[in-house]
Every structure is written in structure tokens, then in C-alpha cells.
């Protein structure tokens, strides 16, 4: 019998030890990579797939000293522009060379600190493999980031599929009623060189969005919605996911208004939307499709934003859609309030019968937050924030119990669809025990 001997790394073929490298963490391929000239070849596709760029400083620096031809690997790309002074231009040149590299990023995140230079538009048109497109403005309240080169950017991406902004400005020539009039809302002026765009000529303001055939997740938060086009504009796209904020410029009534218009246009399509503002009748009375406005919404997220004592009026509002999920985010110090509205709710539910509300509803899932900024990102859950440690007061982990008894007394008197509710602590999900009704545990950790 021959001996057996172990088959040396080094003779593998090639495309083995890249199904190797592909199994490691981070931290084992770096090291990898550093045991020779091959391994590190090897290795290099895998370092390369999640590039985070943290400054514009940085961003130089990657330029000058990562070779060229490594940018092909990379698949998820995170870039901030924060630096010590207004570097438009210089932040455009960076960011235009850069992406011209990256023909294969299928995820890309632009946190903004300044605005850009029209002439980084073309350089979105060859990305064929991006199909998730966040531009967060970062930076400070003076510097605008104006709708007309965002809306551009979003435009020339072939493929995009889930979009997401934040601190979005209207243009002036836009929306020429906001200038100089109360409650003096800012606007960007001097954008109207952005050129016009192949698909939506001059039209690149927000509600133009809806015209992008490709795009599936819209995502848009602290920017103003109050573009009468919102509610007339085509809709060439097929939305699955609505997360809309608010302006903190104007009223909740404003807001609130913004809010019912868009889901009324777009709302045949969309099956989860995250809301920061009450919703009211007057959604339906837009509808362009009374009939079945909202008729394949199955998820709800409502925010640490949304009115607590809004709570009921606008699950009734959507009791007509087929609502499997809902999903509660609350700042701490509004627990007791929002476990008695949510209590209010089962109850009209279980007076009206399952059969008539909400009769799909099959999950409650209530989360706390320490800090609002934590619960703003709703079904987009690339953006979420690492979850807190700290424990609720001992009357808010009673509230919660109280919410638990309450669906147990609902489940013992035999109504048969009373939805699972999970009340995890600070952000964390938490799969509910063995307790028969599916209901997690209540402890002070909630």
C-alpha cells in the first residue's frame, strides 16, 4: 500500500486556491497575502471586493498608490468626501477617476460633504453592473446638493435598481414659488448648465425618478417632497419598496400632504413602505387606482419620527391592504405610548374581527432606539446602525409585558389570526421561546 501524502499548496491549480481564498474572513486572506508574492495575486480580488475610501484625502492618497487595474475587483465601493475645505472640483476629478476603474461595482455609497462638478455625470454612464446607488449629504448645511445633478447621476446609471438619497436640495428653477418665501426652504440656483439627460431632458427633478423602468427601491429622506409633480408624473417602474421622510423645514400637515401624494401615485406597486409621517382617507382620494390603491402592500415601517398618536388612525387608514408584518421603531422614551396605541389598535382589531382587519397580519415587531438617527433607514437595511447595549427603564419593560398579556388574553379568547409579536431591546431582533402564543419573553432587557 502506497503511503498517502498531503498535496503541497502551491501545486493546486489556480482555480482551487481562489475557492479557498473565496472561504476565508478578511483577516485570514490579509494574512494570506503576505505569505508570498502568488498568494498575494491570489488575493488580491478578495481584498479588493469592499472598498471604504473614509475622507477626500484619502481618496487621493488610494489613487496614487493602489494600481489601476485592482479597482476591477472591487463589487461594494463607500466613499466619503470630507475634507478641510470646499474641494468640488477636486472631489469630482478623484471620484470621476476612480469609478472609470470600477466596472464591475454592483453597490455603490457617495456620502458627500461638497457638491460635484457636472462633469462627473458621464462617468455613471458605464457602470452596466451598479444597481444600488446612496448619495448621503454629509456635509454642512450651507453646502447644497442640488436635485437637478442627483437626479442626472441616477438617470445614467443603465441598471439601476435601488436608490437612496438623503439632504437632497430642490433646484430654484424648479420650484421658483420656494425662493425667498417663508419658511424660506433652501435652494440651488445656478444648476440649470447641468445638461439636459437623453431619457428625462429637462425634467431632473425628483418625481422624475419615477420614470427610471429599472429602478425597484426608492429611498428618499430629509429632502423636500413638495413638488406638485409628485402626483402626475409617469410612472415607468415597477416600485416594491417606498421609504419617504420629511422636511423638518415645514409642517407634519405639509409633510403629511407630500407623503399621501406620492404613495397614491406609485402605492399599486409597492409591497413595503416605511413611514415618518400619518396618513390620513385623503391618500386614497388621489389614487389614481381607487379601486385597489395599496392592494400588494405587505410590510409597514413605521419610524422613531412617526406620531405616536397617529398610530391607529393610520392602520386603519391601510387596513384595506393585505398588511402580513408590521414593523415599529420607537425611541425609548416613547415606549409607554406607543405600547398603549399598539394596544389600541388589537383592540379595535379584535372588536371589528379578523376577518375585516387586518386579517393578513401575521407579525408585530416592536425595536427601540437610543438615538433617532439609529431608527431612520427603515427597509433599507444596508444602513443599519450597529444595535445599542444599554437596558430600557423597568416601567417601559412592563409596558411591553403588559402589550404581551394583552395578545395572550386575545389568543385565550380564541381569535385564531392574533399576530406574533416580537419586542426585542435596542434594535436587536429577538426569535420568540416556547411560549405557545409565539411571543418572546418580557424582562427589564426587553
Not at 252 to 274: P, S
Request: charged content about 20%; glycine content about 4%.
Amino acid at each position: 500500500m502506497s503511503s498517502y501524502s498531503a498535496c503541497p499548496w502551491e501545486t493546486l491549480p489556480a482555480e482551487m486556491k481562489l475557492s479557498v481564498v473565496d472561504l476565508l474572513d478578511f483577516g485570514d486572506i490579509r494574512s494570506l497575502a503576505l505569505t508570498n508574492r502568488q498568494s498575494y495575486s491570489l488575493s488580491v480580488p478578495s481584498l479588493f471586493r469592499h472598498v471604504k475610501i473614509p475622507s477626500l484625502e484619502a481618496l487621493q492618497t488610494y489613487l496614487s498608490a493602489v494600481p489601476s487595474s485592482y479597482n476591477q475587483y472591487i463589487r461594494k465601493l463607500s466613499i466619503c468626501t470630507k475634507s478641510t475645505g470646499n474641494q468640488e472640483r477636486l472631489a469630482s476629478d478623484a471620484l470621476s477617476t476612480l469609478l472609470a476603474q470600477c466596472s464591475q461595482v454592483e453597490q455603490l455609497t457617495l456620502s458627500l460633504a461638497t457638491s460635484l462638478s457636472k462633469s462627473i455625470i458621464p462617468s455613471f454612464a458605464h457602470l452596466s453592473s451598479l444597481t444600488d446607488l446612496t448619495i448621503d449629504h454629509c456635509g454642512d448645511e450651507n453646502i447644497l446638493l442640488s436635485e437637478r445633478l442627483v437626479v442626472s447621476i441616477a438617470a445614467s446609471v443603465p441598471n439601476l435598481s435601488r436608490l437612496s438619497l438623503d439632504r437632497i436640495t430642490r433646484s430654484a428653477c424648479h420650484a421658483p414659488e420656494l425662493v425667498g418665501a417663508y419658511p424660506f426652504i433652501p435652494v440651488v440656483g445656478g444648476d440649470q448648465d447641468i445638461p439636459d439627460h437623453p431619457l428625462l431632458g429637462i425634467e431632473l427633478r425628483l418625481p422624475s425618478l419615477l420614470r427610471l423602468p429599472t429602478l425597484k427601491k426608492l429611498r428618499i429622506r430629509d429632502s423636500h417632497l413638495g413638488d406638485p409633480l409628485w402626483s402626475c408624473t409617469p410612472v415607468h417602474c415597477s416600485l416594491e419598496v417606498l421609504d419617504l421622510g420629511s422636511c423638518y423645514h415645514e409642517s407634519l400637515e405639509f409633510n403629511r400632504d407630500c407623503t399621501e401624494r406620492i404613495m397614491a401615485n406609485v402605492g399599486h406597486t409597492v409591497g413595503e413602505c416605511a413611514l415618518n409621517t400619518a396618513l390620513s382617507p385623503r391618500t386614497f382620494e388621489y389614487a389614481k387606482h381607487k379601486e385597489t390603491p395599496l392592494k400588494r402592500l405587505r410590510k409597514v415601517h413605521l419610524t422613531p419620527l412617526f406620531p405616536v398618536d397617529n398610530v391607529v388612525d393610520t392602520l386603519t387608514t391601510l387596513s384595506g391592504s393585505p398588511i402580513e408584518e408590521l414593523a415599529v421603531q420607537c425611541h425609548e422614551d416613547d415606549v409607554l405610548d406607543m405600547c398603549s396605541a399598539l394596544e389600541d389598535f388589537l383592540n379595535l382589531r379584535a372588536e371589528r374581527g379578523e376577518q375585516v382587519l387586518y386579517q393578513n397580519l401575521a407579525e408585530i415587531t416592536v425595536k427601540t432606539v437610543s438615538d433617532l438617527a439609529d431608527g431612520l433607514y427603515g427597509p433599507f437595511g444596508i444602513d443599519a446602525k450597529s444595535p445599542s447595549t444599554s437596558v430600557l427603564l423597568a416601567e417601559h419593560a412592563e409596558a411591553v409585558q403588559r402589550l404581551q398579556e394583552f395578545l395572550r388574553d386575545l389568543r385565550a379568547q380564541g381569535e385564531a389570526s392574533t399576530p406574533k409579536t416580537f419586542c426585542p431591546s435596542n434594535d436587536t431582533a429577538v426569535e420568540p421561546t416556547s411560549d405557545k402564543h409565539g411571543l418572546s419573553p418580557a424582562d427589564t432587557s426587553l
